[in-house]
């Protein structure tokens, strides 16, 4: 089996397992999902980094790949910081429902 | 064991621990671990990647800190009630990613395939990746126009439009097919200037797929962004060929898919319905406009009708997060509390700008997790309600769609409100909501109108209950 089938392989397997995660997700609990799935789509950044850090293969690249690094990093930082912000909001009673 | 299966095994773990952060964000007693979870298997890919081939590192290290510093600040700084336009934006950062990875990829081996083979999987995942990355960028710029409103969020409708999209379409793919065929092709331009017009007509396409959608159909238009984003990470994973880039993109696409399908089943409309018709830009004559007389009613009068309820079910929309009325709103919720009431928020799929995004504001102002409710569970027990306080919401609580088959929105699930024993609607007039259409409930025999902004409403509520106190 080649590797680019291997891949493919992975890819539906995951695409699978991603509708069995999800789906039992509460409503109240949509907005910070969708927030932190948001930062994990930040994992392009390994690509990213790749690209930034080989030098020796043209100037341009390494532009385009520390392009990319920026805006992969604005989500993944981002993203985990405001999800943890927003469920931290999220309190059962007993912690203190009240100011 | 040599360095590229220790490399591959970081990155085995750090899919694991993104399935146990995504699996764990699906309860309120372990989102908040399940978040960091999912941070911790990006810190070890991360890692893994820099310290898993010769690298140099002044270029990452400059972008990781600007990308960080822009990110924290934006992140630490945004207000609960800009969260929507706040996902937005950084879906359209996710997408962009992945298309200058794979732009990047296709410049660093552009040299190589000119002089011998291209290996056609990678460059069919550079050109995916541009197509979905780019259009996922300017589609999400756009939807956060709409939602911030420094741009018109009303839909934007011309004639033949589908036909100039699906035309759109067309030539990129024959960009894409183009492009495939001469990327070893050894003069550049051949290859390149097919992928720079794919790039061109991604950007767009994604501008103009999105401003035929309307504010209130954002809910659907942000989901369906986020799986793009993580689609476009996919596509990136296939043309560098890295697992976790595949396995983490695969499931944000599909747990963008479930949100998408979830936000159109809350509204009783196809995917293609809410992406194409423009729905609420044409005046749909729909339904038969029942007239009656809408019952105004004082905040003293609504006191004494609260004083004496036993159980009461708030019910928000978008307007109570456009009047920043969370806070009083939990206020006079605890205020009843005190009084003996039982207190409910009960929150449509669709409430809002973002799916969930009316749990967040009132999570925001300390309301219990555990007052919090379902369309679906709130339902059951409406007829035990005593007073339903409808604040900022219109459609979602309209019984023509239950009752009314020439109605447009009917079919859709609603909250339904008119089954309490009496319906307080706050709002400022009688206006129609998001779809256009005539809302029955004002005119219903337990309806009563509070007419004014939401948050003023409320306080003079519950000046009226301190007073008495």
């Keep these: ?99 | 064991m040599n360095q590229d299966t220790l490399v591959q095994l970081a990155y085995i773990a750090a899919s694991v621990l993104f399935i146990f952060g995504l699996k764990m964000l699906s309860s309120q007693r372990t989102a908040k671990r399940g978040n960091v979870v999912s941070a911790a298997g990006m810190l070890i890919a991360v890692i893994a990647t820099l310290i898993g081939q010769d690298m140099q590192y002044q270029w990452i290290i400059l972008g990781i800190l600007i990308g960080g510093a822009v990110g924290a600040t934006a992140a630490l700084r945004v207000p609960m009630t800009s969260m929507p336009e706040f996902v937005a934006l950084f879906n359209g950062f996710g997408g962009m990613a992945s298309l200058l990875v794979g732009w990047a990829e296709y410049q660093r081996n552009l040299p190589v395939w000119a002089e011998g083979e291209a290996p056609y999987v990678t460059v069919i995942a550079i050109a995916i990746a541009a197509l979905i990355g780019g259009l996922t960028f300017t589609g999400s710029l756009i939807a956060y126009g709409k939602l911030s409103e420094t741009i018109n969020s009303k839909a934007v409708l011309y004639r033949g439009q589908q036909i100039v999209n699906a035309a759109i379409v067309a030539v990129a793919l024959i960009c894409i097919v183009v492009f495939v065929i001469n990327a070893d092709n050894p003069a550049i331009a051949a290859s390149y200037a097919p992928f720079l017009i794919l790039v061109a007509l991604a950007l767009v396409l994604g501008v103009l797929a999105t401003i035929p959608i309307g504010g209130a159909d954002m809910p659907v238009v942000i989901s369906l962004l986020n799986s793009y984003s993580g689609l476009a990470a996919c596509a990136a994973g296939f043309v560098i060929m890295n697992t976790v880039l595949i396995v983490a993109g695969s499931l944000v696409g599909a747990s963008g898919m479930i949100l998408t399908a979830i936000m159109c089943k809350a509204m009783n409309r196809s995917l293609g319905n809410v992406l194409f018709s423009g729905f609420g830009a044409v005046v749909t004559a729909g339904g038969t406009a029942k007239q009656g007389e809408a019952k105004p009613i004082t905040p003293e009068d609504a006191y004494y009708i609260l004083e004496n309820a036993r159980s009461v079910v708030f019910v928000p929309g978008y307007g109570m997060a456009a009047a920043q009325a969370q806070h009083v709103v939990r206020e006079l919720g605890e205020i009843l509390e005190e009084n003996g009431t039982e207190v409910k928020y009960a929150v449509h799929p669709v409430a809002g700008r973002m799916p969930g995004h009316m749990n967040v504001l009132l999570a925001e102002a300390n309301v219990p997790y555990e007052q919090l409710v379902e369309m679906d569970e709130i339902n059951p027990a409406m007829e035990s309600v005593d007073v339903a306080i409808v604040i900022g919401a219109n459609d979602v609580v309209n019984p023509a769609a239950r009752e009314d088959p020439a109605s447009s929105i009917y079919g859709m699930p609603i909250i339904n409100v008119d089954y309490a024993r009496t319906v307080f609607v706050l709002k400022r007039s009688l206006a129609s909501g998001f779809a256009g259409i005539e809302n029955d409930l004002f005119f219903k025999e337990n309806t009563r109108m509070l007419f004014g902004d939401a948050k003023s409403s409320v306080q003079a509520v519950i000046n009226e209950m301190k007073e008495d106190a």
């Design chain 1, 1 to 99: 089996m080649s590797s680019e089938i291997l891949l493919l392989f992975t890819f539906v397997l995951a695409i699978f397992l991603g509708f069995e995660l999800i789906s039992k997700v509460p409503s109240q609990l949509h907005t910070p999902l969708m927030s932190g799935a948001n930062a994990i789509s930040g994992v392009t950044i390994v690509g990213a980094l790749v690209a930034a850090g080989s030098l020796a293969e043209g100037a341009f690249s390494v532009v385009l790949g520390t392009l990319a690094v920026v805006f992969a990093t604005i989500n993944v930082i981002g993203g985990y910081l405001v999800t943890d912000r927003m469920l931290a909001m999220f309190k059962t009673k007993q912690h203190g429902g009240d100011k």
